[in-house]
């Protein structure tokens, strides 16, 4: 298994950790979770050269770091 494979696995499971943290327990948190897994999981859709997903994670990034601006 290549690292950004797993890197991208441990980014799935971090994302759900994230979201359940966002809305249970800590926003900050959260966010800060959410945006560990974005750059875990990002190397591999940029090697799978999987555009789309590279945007949306890349957006919802913008999305997160705003938030934490707040």
């Known amino acids: 298994m290549k690292l950004d494979e797993a890197g991208r696995i441990v980014g799935s499971v971090l994302v759900i950790a994230g979201y359940f943290v966002v809305l249970n327990v800590n926003v900050t948190a959260g ?3 959410n945006l560990t897994a974005d750059a875990l ?11 789309d997903v590279v945007i949306m994670i890349s957006f919802l990034a913008v999305v ?6 707040q």
Do not use: A, G, H
Request: no cysteine; hydrophobic share 50%; net charge positive.
């Open 64 to 69: 997160s770091i705003s938030k934490l601006l």
């Open 41 to 51: 999981s990002l190397p591999f859709f940029i090697r799978t050269k999987t555009w």
């Open 31 to 33: 966010v800060i979770t």
